[in-house]
DNA sequence: ATGGTCGGCAACCGA
């Protein structure tokens, strides 16, 4: 099995990249974070040409996640929380008797900011549902974007980051639950590289061509999923086209 | 080199 994460940056301005990608790398399932498109205007009809089921939750301008499989998704959920996660940043299903789980955390702005703290509960309430309702010894893969690094060796300044949105002790600690928790991030079971980035930001200049990024997005999965993957990489092959997200792909294979 | 990000969506907000 072939599973992969993409935080698009509006769907729609990446179907370019999106499509030349799936008929690439023609991955079973590719979870996508920050659709920025309703959920009446979703882009069915040229993913299903490309062979890809997709189970989406958005809404206008902001936030929206989407799961793309070769195989239908099964049992679907949208709600983070019990009253329901009115922001588009979750969905879960199975495939092929795999559970997934596909989220976009909030990024927090600043950490003085409310957003922080918003962050802060969504993250809780996250592991909360995962231990509620999942078993760390049976198959689960986690993917998406966390906004959240978590060591000096995944972000271009660590030193500059440290305290701020994104780089702070209180949301790697929250991180922290989900690995005692019994999730692994797949990525770094495969490599101690350092300087491996899943995210530029477009604002500092040149950013990606001098590696300035950080390595926020993950495919985290339980002992059994971690056991059965082959490989995880990080593919910027499509960085070198027309109008690149500011994320890119994060790919695992597994022997499933 | 006398500038310097995107995308959505229509003035700015969010990242």
Same mark, same amino acid.
């Given at each position: /099995?072939?599973?992969?994460?993409? *935080? +698009? *940056? ?6 370019? &990249? ?11 399932v ?9 959920? !009446?205007?979703?882009?069915?009809? $040229?993913?299903?040409?490309? =062979?890809y ?13 989407? &799961?793309?499989? #070769?195989?239908?998704? @099964?049992? $679907?959920?949208?709600?983070? %929380? ?16 795999? $559970?997934? &789980? *596909?989220v976009?955390?909030p990024?927090g702005? !600043?950490?003085?900011?409310d ?12 592991h ?18 966390? *906004?959240?690094?978590?060591?000096? #060796?995944?972000?271009y ?5 440290? =305290?701020g ?6 949301? !790697? ?8 928790w ?16 899943? %995210? ?6 040149? =950013? %990606? @061509?001098?590696? /300035? ?7 985290? =999965?339980t002992?059994? /999923? ?9 593919? +910027?092959?499509?960085?070198? /086209? ?15």
């Amino acid at each position: /099995m072939k599973f992969a994460t993409f *935080n +698009t *940056n509006s769907i729609r301005a990446r179907m370019p &990249i999106l499509l030349h990608w799936l008929k690439r790398e023609s991955p079973d399932v590719l979870c996508l974070q920050e659709t920025k498109v309703q959920d !009446q205007d979703f882009p069915v009809e $040229p993913l299903e040409r490309c =062979g890809y089921r997709a189970a989406f939750r958005g809404q206008k301008s902001y936030n929206g996640v989407a &799961i793309l499989s #070769r195989s239908p998704l @099964k049992n $679907p959920a949208l709600d983070l %929380f019990e009253g329901g996660d009115e922001q588009a940043r979750f969905i879960s299903g199975t495939v092929d008797g795999i $559970p997934i &789980i *596909n989220v976009y955390v909030p990024q927090g702005f !600043q950490v003085e900011s409310d957003k922080f703290q918003y962050k802060l509960k969504w993250l809780r309430s996250l592991h909360d549902h995962i231990s509620n309702r999942y078993e760390p010894h049976a198959p689960l893969l986690v993917a998406g974007d966390f *906004n959240v690094a978590m060591e000096d #060796r995944d972000v271009y300044d660590p030193d500059g980051f440290r =305290g701020g949105v994104g780089f702070h002790p209180e949301e !790697q600690a929250l991180m922290e639950e989900f690995f005692k928790w019994g999730l692994v991030d797949i990525f770094r079971k495969h490599t101690t590289d350092g300087d491996r980035y899943t %995210f530029w930001d477009y604002r500092i200049p040149n =950013g %990606f @061509k001098r590696n /300035m990024g950080w390595r926020i997005d993950y495919i985290l =999965g339980t002992a059994p /999923m971690a056991e059965k993957s082959r490989d995880v990489w990080i593919d +910027t092959g499509v960085r070198g /086209m027309e109008k690149p997200s500011d994320h890119t792909f994060l790919v695992a294979s597994l022997d499933i």
